[in-house]
């Protein structure tokens, strides 16, 4: 079935009425742009009021997208993007009785931006699946987001249709704030609550938004050091985690700061963690639970002065609404998305996202993917996915003949458990084709080591498409260079380079106090035999670099 898609551009300052929208049909509101004036004041925030849609859907996603670009019209300093990484939340304000409760929605923590490229002109796009908060969105709403160390575009993109479940009901189980770790482990905060289940429901589930901030104690709490939390229901452990994120892999880099290394939740230019915790196996619907959350204890050091941004909430959801839907939810490569450039360009083996949103599950599909136009390939996948897990999913390389001309990847989801998708909005993607990077059949790959015995933490590897190693070397010797001649025939390649500290190999500036402790840069680069340059690395990478690459002409 082919399904009518409109876009729908509607003013913040209009009531929106969704009742002739189609299955499949977007709406899109639009209520900060590049013309919004930055705030003004120390990290002041956009606060805007949103005119949501007066019908509740149904919805079959809502997607917040968030764009930031550098700018010299920001109010925050004197740099175009900020020079330091600030976190803040988008936060709904609901009116409650004489009141307002505030709902957050998203949590973000901004690059360092000192001499950052942030995606030119067009700026560099995050987006958050916000569909679970649907019952908030309704009518009149007050939307406080971003701050002034950037300039922001913000829309939201409701797709109309069901949902893999409808969501009856949001609420906070604790208020959104921040805390300091001592409030929280000695029970000052975040007390045991009773909750009472929505009996109309069918299935539960609690989402932790947490940041880890501050230089306290001598792991320096709460940034720099990974904690354990715990959800209790009814006296009992029901969840344990560790807040911890890897950044050594972050695709916005070069930044002007230390943001190769791992952090309490989030990373400078990304969205901070999200986990998800599916609650229905230990309820019953109706009941009155009692709600607990508790954190590690700390040491008697300093750091319990260390602190915490935090979101606890409860969803309630009705029941599934399809028997057979799997989701394609991203494509990964090849495409031109911003957040995977990381892994791209990539003609090789290309990668997807896919979720069951299904009652059964999920055991067999067709992927049919191809350049658009063009004769298309089909994987027949088989595995079991449970109801809402996610697999990716590599498919073979597929024929590119006539890449020349068409840029455009299509991916396909077919015939899940051998039978008919109830949901067809959710089965086909497209994405752009980023330009590969051609290479000859011969060519010299040169490494020059830095010092302060950093070059033993490096490695490289150099595989064909299907994984077989050609060229590798490791165990280097500080501020040596080394050249290898490489002979390969046509075909698809990666270069796998590897730093084990995950700080790249540049000089580290920042030790500006204990200049013995800075170092030289080391250097990555790709020559023609002749010597010429084909290729140049930054060193300021972070865990690695990748750069997969094509020999021979394309057809």
């Not at 006296?235 to 880099?253: A, L, Q, S, T």
């Not at 619907?285 to 319990?304: A, M, Q, R, V």
């Not at 933490?457 to 001649?485: C, H, M, R, W």
């Amino acid at each position: 079935m082919k399904l009518k898609k409109i876009i729908i551009f509607i003013s913040i300052q209009s009531f929106i009425f969704c009742d002739s929208m189609q299955i499949g049909d977007t709406l899109k509101l639009h209520p900060i742009n590049w013309e919004t004036p930055s705030p003004v004041g120390w990290n002041a925030q956009y606060k805007v009021d949103i005119y949501f849609p007066n019908d509740k859907g149904p919805w079959a996603k809502i997607i917040m997208v968030q764009t930031l670009k550098c700018d010299s019209a920001t109010k925050g300093d004197k740099y175009p993007c900020g020079e330091w990484d600030y976190i803040w939340n988008t936060l709904l304000s609901l009116p409650r009785k004489d009141s307002l409760e505030i709902f957050s929605i998203g949590s973000f923590v901004t690059p360092y931006g000192k001499m950052l490229n942030l995606g030119g002109e067009k700026g560099w796009e995050w987006t958050y699946d916000v569909t679970d908060y649907a019952p908030l969105f309704y009518g009149k709403r007050t939307l406080t987001v971003g701050n002034n160390q950037e300039l922001l575009d913000l829309k939201f993109v409701f797709i109309k249709g069901s949902p893999p479940r409808d969501i009856i009901k949001v609420e906070n189980i604790y208020p959104f704030g921040k805390y300091k770790y001592h409030e929280l482990s000695d029970n000052i905060f975040l007390k045991e609550k009773s909750i009472l289940l929505s009996s109309e429901a069918h299935s539960f589930k609690i989402k932790s938004v947490i940041s880890g901030h501050g230089h306290e104690g001598p792991r320096n709490c709460c940034e720099w050091d990974s904690k354990t939390h715990t959800y209790y229901m009814n006296g009992w452990e029901i969840f344990r985690w560790n807040v911890w994120k890897d950044c050594g892999n972050n695709p916005i880099y070069p930044q002007g700061g230390t943001w190769p290394f791992d952090r309490a939740g989030w990373c400078p230019g990304t969205k901070v963690d999200e986990y998800d915790f599916e609650l229905t196996p230990y309820v019953t619907p109706g009941d009155s639970i009692l709600i607990d959350y508790g954190i590690e204890p700390y040491s008697d050091n300093g750091e319990k002065n260390g602190f915490f941004f935090m979101t606890h909430q409860l969803f309630s959801y009705g029941p599934i609404n399809f028997n057979t839907d799997v989701e394609l939810m991203d494509i990964i490569s090849p495409t031109n998305k911003q957040k995977y450039s990381r892994e791209n360009p990539c003609l090789a083996k290309p990668k997807i996202i896919i979720r069951n949103n299904g009652r059964y599950n999920l055991k067999s599909l067709d992927v049919v993917y191809g350049l658009k136009n063009r004769k298309k390939s089909i994987y027949k996948w088989i595995g079991n996915l449970e109801f809402f897990d996610t697999e990716i999913i590599m498919l073979p390389t597929p024929h590119w003949h006539g890449i020349k001309n068409s840029k455009e990847f299509v991916v396909e989801l077919r015939k899940p458990n051998a039978t008919a998708d109830e949901n067809l909005i959710n089965n086909k993607t497209t994405t752009i084709i980023p330009d590969p990077i051609i290479l000859p059949n011969q060519f010299i790959l040169r490494l020059h080591t830095n010092n302060l015995g950093r070059a033993k933490e490096n490695s490289f590897a150099l595989t064909d498409q299907d994984g077989k190693v050609l060229y590798s070397d490791y165990d280097f010797i500080d501020s040596t260079e080394y050249n290898y001649p490489i002979k390969i025939n046509n075909g698809h390649y990666q270069f796998l380079f590897k730093d084990d500290m995950e700080d790249g190999i540049s000089l580290h500036w920042w030790n500006r106090d204990n200049p013995e402790k800075i170092g030289i840069n080391g250097k990555v680069i790709i020559l023609s035999k002749d010597g010429d340059m084909l290729h140049q690395f930054n060193p300021d990478f972070g865990e690695e670099l990748r750069l997969d690459f094509f020999v021979g002409s394309l057809p």
